[in-house]
């Protein structure tokens, strides 16, 4: 087997252009949820028969939801509707059973009480 | 020796020349993770505190594209956008005042005040900022009288060309000024939109783009001011690989 200095350095490259530039933080979903990611906010929505859940990690922390208040928005019986979803425990939030089709997206958002601090974004159901 | 009517041409067009395409804007970009209302140009993020009387009007849009409540608010030193729900779009209406060149300097105040003014203008500044995913294309919004909307979908990558289209009173307009990022390179040449409003330019930022189009619209009160400058910006983030 012939490994060069070149070689080697070309896998170098090809490390360094697969590495994460700025690699922090979780990026997974924690419940068998979707996620989507603000900045250093992670968003994970999980769609089940009895109900859908919210749960928002900001950098690598758990939100305090019942500081929060927090709605969703996506297509409910034919219409674009926005519902507000209720503080539960730890860092979730709970709202009405979704059927939600590929293709559809669900945009949430969330408000410190207190700061009135907005983080929000889209899921993308595929 | 020069003719007249070469030192009239030479005259008008120093003075055309003169006249900044670009100035200031607004546009809405994200500061500590929370939508602002900026004001400024290039790196220059000014006083939108002392600006925020100028603010006429503000708006979000759901994904239908159906208004809802958007409400700036002052934030220590900067402009915040409060809305209850995660819009698609957020636009704003500001008013830059009526401005008079005198003796080649730009003073507040119109023709009235200054009537040996060589230019009198008033100036309204609008923005449209895409904040979620577009389901369909971007409509022309009732309260922005200049507006650049995308012609077809954003591209994932910076460097592919986007074509834009100058709205004026909501139809296309040729002939307005457009710059790709007002941000990172505010004094580059503008390339002016054709007859079906629409102008093609690469996406400079794999991050925030701030498209910048100037029109200038007839005046409404010959007395005070000559014209109506329109300055609309569309702002819209690419998206960074995974982290």
């Known amino acids: ?126 | 020796m020069p003719s007249l009517k070469t030192i009239l041409v030479a005259g008008l067009l120093t003075g055309l020349s003169c006249e900044a395409a670009h100035a200031h804007a607004v546009w809405f970009a994200q500061r500590a993770r929370q939508t602002a209302l900026i004001y400024g140009v290039g790196a220059d993020d000014l006083d939108s505190v002392k600006r925020f009387n100028q603010i006429e009007k503000m708006a979000g849009y759901d994904a239908d594209y159906q208004p809802i409540a958007a409400t700036p608010r002052i934030a220590g030193p900067i402009v915040l956008v409060d809305t209850d729900q995660q819009p698609t779009l957020l636009s704003v209406v500001f008013f830059n005042g009526i401005w008079s060149r005198v003796d080649g300097e730009f003073v507040k105040g119109g023709r009235d005040e200054h009537p040996q003014a060589s230019l009198a203008e008033k100036n309204y500044k609008y923005s449209v900022s895409i904040q979620g995913p577009l389901s369909k294309p971007i409509p022309a919004l009732a309260d922005q009288v200049l507006q650049i909307v995308p012609v077809g979908p954003i591209p994932e990558q910076h460097g592919a060309n986007l074509t834009y289209r100058v709205l004026f009173k909501g139809k296309p307009v040729a002939g307005a000024k457009v710059i790709n990022d007002l941000v990172n390179d505010p004094d580059q040449a503008p390339q002016t939109s054709g007859a079906d409003g629409t102008v093609t330019l690469p996406v400079r930022n794999q991050g925030l783009n701030v498209i910048e189009a100037v029109y200038n619209g007839p005046t409404d009160d010959a007395k005070k001011y000559d014209r109506i400058e329109n300055s609309a910006t569309l702002t819209f983030t690419l998206a960074h690989a995974p982290e």
């Open chain 1, 1 to 126: 087997m012939t490994f060069t200095v070149k070689a080697a350095f070309a896998l170098a490259l090809s490390t360094l252009v697969a590495a994460p530039a700025i690699a922090h933080g979780f990026t997974k979903p924690q419940h068998g949820g979707i996620v989507t990611t603000s900045g250093e906010t992670l968003f994970e929505l999980v769609a089940k028969p009895a109900g859908t859940q919210l749960y928002v990690i900001d950098d690598d922390e758990p939100v305090n939801a019942v500081s929060m208040t927090a709605t969703l928005s996506t297509e409910i019986g034919g219409g674009l509707k926005t519902v507000a979803l209720k503080p539960a425990a730890g860092n979730r939030f709970d709202g009405p059973a979704l059927k939600l089709k590929p293709g559809a997206k669900v945009a949430v958002m969330v408000i410190d009480k207190a700061s009135k601090a907005r983080l929000g974004g889209t899921f993308i159901v595929k």
